[in-house]
């Protein structure tokens, strides 16, 4: 009897993984289509570019939320060990420079890649493991396994939805959280990601790569709170002088002249921003 439950159990759990947790499991999504990916025109970045850069013919977008200068360095060697690198545009948003993101350890993707996205026994991945308590409670808590961004074939995760329907006092909140929260130090000299990132231009541009910076637009609200810290204008000033130093191009779109519902919240643009904002990204960076 201990046998047949046990079995009936593991039956069960290996269905919820492969059935309901596993299509909507954003990361894994994003490794099979990073391992896939062949273009050697690519973006990198956080949720920011993730979100808000598709639709751009050539170009796939292999940012992933949350990644930080760092995990995108190590990435996008990864990406392009075995091939050239073409037109590669790396996000340079302030916030990548936040203390709380230098200190989060950098993800490898090295490793990842050389492992089965999806295992013949799903359960018993490394991913998924760990997690299986936690599954199991949110089935029975009634809870659904949906992914919360679309995936487009680009490689973009994107989200629907429109920050200027909030009220304005909202709005205004939303932003502070997040401004005061993203806030970077005051003195740079010593950042991780700031190094990071200059060694990626420079690994990218020795191998012929046409690397650009770009900092994405920021709602007005977020911006109307961040142009108070001049912490976030110091932070873009920054990447200012490394694109200089390395002679590269530098898009900054921080107030760029956008639609105010193209905003998803204070600082991602939503699927419609996406496919507004790419193309401008590409003109801006390869005339």
């Known amino acids: 009897m201990v046998l047949v439950i046990g079995v009936g159990f593991a039956t069960a759990t290996e269905t919820l993984v492969r059935w309901r947790v596993v299509p909507v499991d954003l990361f894994v999504l994003h490794l099979e289509f990073f391992s896939t990916a062949t273009s050697a025109d690519a973006v990198f970045g956080d949720s920011h570019m993730s979100l808000g850069f598709t639709g751009v013919g050539g170009f ?20 392009y060990l075995d091939r050239a690198p073409g ?34 026994v799903a359960s018993l991945s490394p991913r998924h493991q760990p997690r299986l308590m936690a599954y199991w409670q949110e089935f029975f808590d009634g809870g659904g396994f949906v992914a919360n961004r679309q995936i ?51 690994d990218l541009a020795s191998r012929g790569g046409e690397v650009c910076l770009v900092t994405m637009p920021m709602a007005p609200s977020f911006q109307d709170v961040a142009n108070g810290m001049p912490e976030f204008a110091a932070a873009r000033q920054a990447f200012d002088r490394l694109a200089g130093r390395h002679q590269i191009a530098r898009v900054d779109l921080w107030a760029a002249a956008i ?29």
């Open 60 to 79: 796939v977008n292999l940012a992933f939320a949350g990644e930080n200068l760092a995990t995108i360095a190590g990435k996008a060697r990864v990406y």
């Open 87 to 120: 037109r590669v545009i790396l996000q340079a948003d302030p916030s990548m420079l936040a203390a709380i993101r230098d200190a989060e350890p950098a993800t490898a993707y090295a490793p990842l890649v050389e492992q089965t996205a999806r295992h013949w």
């Open 259 to 287: 639609e105010p519902g193209s905003f998803v919240n204070q600082d991602h643009l939503n699927h419609q921003g996406a496919r507004v904002i790419a193309p401008r990204i590409v003109d801006a960076c390869f005339p």
């Open 152 to 202: 487009q074939p680009d490689g973009a995760q994107t989200r629907t939805g429109r920050f200027d329907q909030l009220s304005e006092a909202d709005r205004l909140t939303a932003a502070m959280d997040e401004a005061t929260g993203q806030r970077p130090p005051g003195d740079l000299g010593d950042s991780p990601g700031l190094a990071a990132l200059d060694q990626l231009v420079a």
